[in-house]
C-alpha cells in the first residue's frame, strides 16, 4: 500500500515564499508529482521529481530526498492567483506507463494580502 | 489546442436512473484514468485504461462501469446512482511512454447531481 502526508491548509502573504511538504510510504517508489487545482478546475500538472535534489519552474520550485521519502512545493513570489489547492502524487507499482499516479489529500493555500 | 474534453460539464440525474459521462482527448494517449473527486477530497482512481487493457481498482463500486471503444473516447456509466455518488468525475489521459507517464492531462470535469 501506499500513504501520502501533507497539511491540510496553509495560509501565506502575497509576496512571500510558501513550503509545502509532502512525505510518503510506498512498497515502491518511482516519483513524486505536484499538481494545481482551483476551485471548480480540474488538477494541472506542476513538477515532477525522480531523483534527489531541487526542479525549478519558474515561481515554483519542487525537492525530493528518496531517503527522507520526503518532498516539497516550494512558491515564491506568491500571488493571489496562486491560492488552490496543491496534490503531492507518487507512482509506486512501477516506472512504466500502467502505474497511475495515487494523491495525497491535497493541501489547500490561502495567499492574503 | 489538444486537450481532454468531457461532458457533460454539469448533469443531474434521479436516484437510481442510470447516467453515463463521456470523455474524449486529442493527445492520442495510450492511457485514459476516471477520477472522481468529492468536496475537498482528493481524487480517487476509478479505473484507468492501458490501450484496450481494462484496470479495475479494488475498491470502486460494482455500480460504476467503463468503456473504451478506440483511443479518443472513454464512457464512464453509473448504473444506478446512489446519492453518495454525487461528486466531480475527472477524466484524464497520459503517455504511456516511460519519460511522460507521470505528467497527467485532466478534463474539466463533469459534476454529477443525484436528486
Known amino acids: 500500500g501506499q500513504s501520502l502526508e501533507q497539511p491540510s491548509e496553509v495560509t501565506a502573504v502575497e509576496g512571500a515564499i510558501v513550503q509545502i511538504n509532502c512525505t510518503y510510504q510506498t512498497s515502491g517508489f518511482y516519483g513524486l508529482s505536484w499538481y494545481q487545482q482551483h476551485d471548480g478546475g480540474a488538477p494541472t500538472f506542476l513538477s515532477y521529481?525522480?531523483?534527489?535534489g531541487l526542479e525549478e519552474t519558474g515561481r515554483f520550485s519542487s525537492f525530493l530526498s528518496r531517503s527522507d521519502s520526503y518532498g516539497y512545493l516550494l512558491l515564491q513570489e506568491l500571488q493571489m492567483k496562486d491560492s488552490a489547492s496543491y496534490f503531492c502524487a507518487v507512482r509506486d507499482l512501477g516506472d512504466s506507463g500502467n502505474t497511475p499516479l495515487v494523491f495525497g489529500k491535497g493541501t489547500r493555500l490561502s495567499v492574503i494580502a | 489546442d489538444a486537450m481532454v474534453i468531457q461532458n457533460p460539464r454539469y448533469q443531474v440525474t434521479q436516484f437510481g436512473k442510470p447516467v453515463t459521462l463521456s470523455c474524449s482527448q486529442t493527445l492520442n494517449h495510450n492511457v485514459m484514468y476516471w477520477y472522481q473527486q468529492k468536496s475537498s477530497q482528493a481524487p480517487k482512481l476509478l479505473f484507468h485504461y492501458y490501450d484496450k487493457d481494462f484496470n479495475n481498482e479494488a475498491d470502486t463500486p460494482d455500480n460504476f462501469q467503463s468503456r473504451r471503444p478506440n483511443t479518443s473516447f472513454c464512457f464512464l456509466d453509473i448504473r444506478s446512482p446512489g446519492l453518495g455518488d454525487a461528486a466531480m468525475y475527472l477524466c484524464?489521459?497520459?503517455?504511456?511512454?516511460?519519460?511522460?507517464?507521470?505528467?497527467?492531462?485532466f478534463g474539466p470535469g463533469t459534476r454529477l447531481t443525484v436528486t
Open positions: 521529481n525522480a531523483l534527489d
Open positions: 484524464a489521459t497520459s503517455s504511456s511512454s516511460r519519460a511522460r507517464a507521470y505528467e497527467q492531462y
